[in-house]
Structure formats: structure tokens, C-alpha cells
Nanobody
Framework: QVQLRESGGGLVQAGDSLRLSCAASGRSFGTYAMGWFRQAPGKEREFVTAISWNGGSTFYADSVKGRFTISRDNAKNAVYLQMTSLKPEDSAVYYC???????????????????WGQGTQVTVSS
């Protein structure tokens, strides 16, 4: 069982930056690929970014490429999402997710992830 807890969300203005954190339980965190997803009201959950177990590979949705950065610290069982140049359309509940299946490729479909946090709200005002 893996427990994930996001933090760092809030209300910011367009153009601001925000850093989300995801704390994970479990001794095997260093073997999990991790992803960030987001869901706005009335919309489906969408992929934002993901990182491989050792941080060597990352992948971003086109909508956040160049503005968001994912990173991880396996010694702290944590993954981070640094968001810059935020836009109102980035407003959503942000979720971190764990892929414990030892996949060699980064997964982008929510249903392929095994564990989820409760989410943290990010609201960007114009």
C-alpha cells in the first residue's frame, strides 16, 4: 500500500509561480515512476507530467512544457511540481500518482497508475 499526500496548492495570480509537493509512504518509493495529473470542474483528469523512478526521464504535456518542472528526491520519498508563468487555464485540482508496475516507459493515462493522492487545489486568477 502506498499513500500519497499533495501539498502546496493555493490561490495565485496569472504569471506567478507555485511549487507542489507530494509525500509518499513506503520503502520502495525509489522504484516507482511518479506522475502529476490535474482535473478542472466538468473536465476529465488530464496528464501533466511524469518522472521515471530515478529521475532520468521526464515527460510533459504540451500545455505545460517549458513552464512546469517535475523533480523527485528519493531520499525524502517526495516528488515536486514547480509551476511558473501560471495561467488561469492551469486552475484545477492537482493529483500525484504512483506507477508501481516497474514499467520501462512513462505512462500518461490515469487508469495506468496504481495509487493516488487526495489532490490539492490550484487557482490562478487573471
Amino acid at each position: 500500500q502506498v499513500q500519497l499526500r499533495e501539498s502546496g496548492g493555493g490561490l495565485v495570480q496569472a504569471g506567478d509561480s507555485l511549487r507542489l509537493s507530494c509525500a509518499a509512504s513506503g520503502r520502495s518509493f525509489g522504484t516507482y515512476a511518479m506522475g502529476w495529473f490535474r482535473q478542472a470542474p466538468g473536465k476529465e483528469r488530464e496528464f501533466v507530467t511524469a518522472i521515471s523512478w530515478n529521475g532520468g526521464s521526464t515527460f510533459y504535456a504540451d500545455s505545460v512544457k517549458g513552464r512546469f518542472t517535475i523533480s523527485r528526491d528519493n531520499a525524502k520519498n517526495a516528488v515536486y511540481l514547480q509551476m511558473t508563468s501560471l495561467k488561469p487555464e492551469d486552475s484545477a485540482v492537482y493529483y500525484c500518482a504512483a506507477d508501481v508496475g516497474l514499467h520501462t516507459e512513462i505512462l500518461v493515462i490515469p487508469e495506468e497508475y496504481d495509487y493516488w493522492g487526495q489532490g490539492t487545489q490550484v487557482t490562478v486568477s487573471s
